[in-house]
């Protein structure tokens, strides 16, 4: 298991990662990731979109935009939490992820929630 935590404009975003066996299969190797997102801020914010840089062993770099999170967009009010499970296929054994979630304020101001470098590698492999 891997895990990264960065806090950004009060949002602290928790991730803990860990390699799926039942979902891999030959030449894919698949990870599952948990993400807590919590308000320690004053303002109510709301995830709009996402952004990941995921690496593989190859040095190959792939990004992933969309809106939301696992097809919500939860807003926070100072205090509270949002969790969710999501899953990352890689080619290799060996990986990592980091990015930002793009938030807004009540207010209309946006900010990047920082996802800090966490790691994706299958128990036993060398890298």
Not at 77 to 97: A, I, K, Q, R, V
Request: aromatic letters at 10%; glycine letters at 8%; charged letters at 25%.
């Amino acid at each position: 298991m891997s895990t990264s935590e960065a806090t950004t404009h009060g949002i602290r975003v928790q991730v803990e990662s860990r390699f799926s066996a039942e979902h891999s299969r030959p030449a894919q190797w698949f990870f599952l990731y948990k993400v807590r997102i919590s308000n320690q801020g004053s303002e109510t914010v709301q995830l709009i979109s996402r952004h990941w840089i995921i690496r593989d062993a190859n040095e190959r770099v792939e990004e992933v935009k969309g809106p939301g999170v696992v097809g919500d967009q939860p807003v926070l009010d100072p205090g509270d939490s949002y969790e969710y499970t999501s899953g990352c296929p890689l080619p290799t054994p060996f990986g990592s992820m980091q990015g930002t979630y793009q938030m807004v304020t009540t207010d209309g101001r946006e900010f990047d929630a920082e996802i800090a470098e966490f790691v994706l590698r299958e128990p036993g492999s060398i890298h």
